[in-house]
């Protein structure tokens, strides 16, 4: 499954985010509880803009990975809801823009938003393309029984079942391991 560059780009944000809350963490641990954390989790995506790196922020981004856990998991009108709740909260407006190595792409707010409102109304523009393709079955919790990690499945068959290697290769160990006897 192929979606837009822009939106690619915005739910493999909103999945690497959404794996830093300890139940899918690599750690095992809260990957989001310095601001340090957040801003490498910026810096490794390219985000540009307003950053406060404060507490307020930092809590702000807290709850807002704590939405796309949630809303991950919804049916497709739920989704809806959820995205257009979105968008109303941050009072988007989307416009065209360009900017650093980034060709023409869609920004849902300014630049001198408040990170987690950019972080949900660009999350929302990619969301809302997902449930626009009809690809919501495409997002995912890792089947691994000991991780809630978060994935778009962007294979051709739709049949990515874990968050990463790591989990499958756990996985088919101990299948491999219960199989042996």
Not at 58 to 66: H, N, P
Not at 149 to 171: A, E, H, I, T, Y
């Amino acid at each position: 499954m192929h979606f837009t560059p822009d939106t690619e780009d915005t739910v493999a944000f909103l999945v690497d985010l959404a794996n830093t809350h300890p139940t899918a963490s690599r750690t095992g641990l809260d990957e989001l509880s310095t601001q340090a954390e957040v801003f490498d989790l910026r810096e490794q995506h390219g985000y540009t803009g307003r950053f406060d790196e404060d507490a307020a922020e930092l809590a702000s981004v807290v709850r807002t990975r704590d939405e796309i856990r949630t809303i991950w998991s919804l049916d497709r009108d739920d989704m809806v809801d959820e995205i257009n709740r979105w968008l109303r909260e941050v009072h988007a407006v989307p416009v065209l823009i360009r900017h650093d190595k980034f060709d023409w792409h869609l920004h849902a707010t300014a630049s001198e938003a408040p990170f987690a409102d950019r972080i949900r109304g660009e999350g929302a523009l990619a969301l809302a393309e997902v449930v626009r393709l009809h690809e919501t079955g495409r997002m995912r919790v890792c089947s691994a029984d000991d991780c809630t990690g978060l994935l778009l499945d962007q294979s051709r068959n739709g049949s990515k079942r874990f968050c990463s290697v790591r989990c499958g290769n756990r996985v088919n160990q101990q299948g491999f391991r219960e199989r042996m006897g």
